[in-house]
């Protein structure tokens, strides 16, 4: 048996990861595709993930988009020719929903935001979605999902891959930091995604101008690209050390792990953050996924919608963690067997 994973945002190798793990120890080979943007296929080596980086990111403009999108799934669709796989498997690629659709086979699209465009793409082509359960069936219905094909699992995606997850202290000599500052990640808004938005960046540079004044602070800016490394500290200009933008790939869990709050203008950090306990803002300011709305109802993940709400922000060291997730390490071993069970299936 043969599955292909194809893998187009950095996340998104975290959670396939351990998804990798099980389905090759019951002897099923997986061979990933990546698109080389965003650090992907670094953070595809250092966690020894084979892979063949396969197209590229075309740029934020509707046009661009749509070509991208036409030339990779004719380089997808040119490479999966050669594999006769049995199962295609992607988290939010409609490069590989449309590829494997052409190609006749079965693949499964998963994802925990509903309001993508490209979605409308994927829940046409893919033969079974699995969603979050913190989705209602009435907001799936009202986005076009057939319900016959969704597949509903608990909790958050990133509870796959936070079982194995340990954390350590190696992040403070990495990134020479010292444990009595108050740490902040930050996570930037994606300036060339599907759901950039104006507002996060205006509120992005308001909430760094409000955090640099802070004494004690240290802020850690993961960027996407390295203009966007160029316009911070233009920017900032003299920081007097209090930011840092790493230019070496880092273990993300662990950096959050150790934070004292983090802010994001995307979603997966936040919602992995939330997972691990540590204090969470958004400012996403797109459409809000009816995940992160479950998290905000349940106080769990806290949205600054306009600049007056960033003096909300708690910007002190957080309580001790305790690293105990009970039943929610549960989600990996359903997913595998929900994939596993569905081999056959067309």
């Known amino acids: ?29 997986t061979v990933v595709t990546t698109r080389n943007e965003y650090q ?18 075309y740029g934020k403009y509707n046009i661009y988009k749509f070509y991208g999108l036409f030339i990779r799934v004719i380089q997808l669709s040119y490479f999966a020719h050669r594999y006769r796989f049995d199962l295609a498997i992607s988290h939010g690629s409609p490069y590989q929903s449309i590829s494997a659709y052409l190609l ?8 925990d935001y509903e309001h993508p465009p490209d979605h409308k ?26 319900l016959k094909k969704v597949i509903k699992y608990s909790g958050l995606k990133e509870y796959v891959y936070i079982e194995d997850f340990i954390p350590n202290d190696q992040i403070y000599q990495q990134l ?35 955090l640099i004044k802070k004494k004690t602070i240290k802020i850690i ?5 390295k203009k966007e490394k160029d316009r911070i500290y233009e920017f900032i200009g003299n920081t007097n050390g209090k930011l840092l933008i790493p230019s070496q790939v880092i273990n993300g869990l662990n950096l959050i792990y150790h934070s004292d709050l983090v802010i994001s203008g995307g979603g997966t950090m936040v919602r992995e953050a939330v ?4 204090p969470a803002y958004s400012i996403f300011r797109g459409p809000k996924g009816a995940v992160d709305r479950y998290l905000e109802r349940n106080n769990k993940l806290f949205f600054i919608d306009e600049e007056k709400d960033i003096r909300k922000i708690k910007v002190i060291k957080k309580e001790n963690i305790d690293f105990n997730f009970g039943d ?19």
């Open 1 to 29: 048996m043969k599955f292909w994973i194809d893998i187009t945002h950095p996340p998104h190798v975290l959670f396939f990861r351990p998804l990798i793990e099980e389905f090759e120890k019951v002897g099923i080979e």
């Open 40 to 57: 992907v296929d670094d953070l595809c080596k250092q966690f020894h993930i084979k892979f063949h980086s396969i197209g590229k990111h």
């Open 104 to 111: 006749g086979i079965p693949s499964i699209f998963l994802n």
């Open 121 to 146: 793409i994927s829940k046409r082509f893919a033969t079974k979605i699995f969603l979050s359960n913190y989705i209602p069936n009435d907001i799936i219905k009202q986005k076009g999902f057939e």
């Open 176 to 210: 020479k930091l010292r444990q009595k500052d108050i740490l902040v990640t930050i996570r930037p808004p994606a300036m060339e995604a599907h759901y950039q938005s104006p507002e996060s960046e205006k509120l992005f540079w308001a909430v760094l101008n409000y």
């Open 221 to 225: 800016i993961l960027t996407r690209r």
């Open 275 to 278: 997972a691990l306990g540590v």
């Open 328 to 346: 929610k390490l549960e989600l990996k071993s359903f997913i595998t067997n929900k994939i596993l069970s569905l081999i056959n299936f067309k």
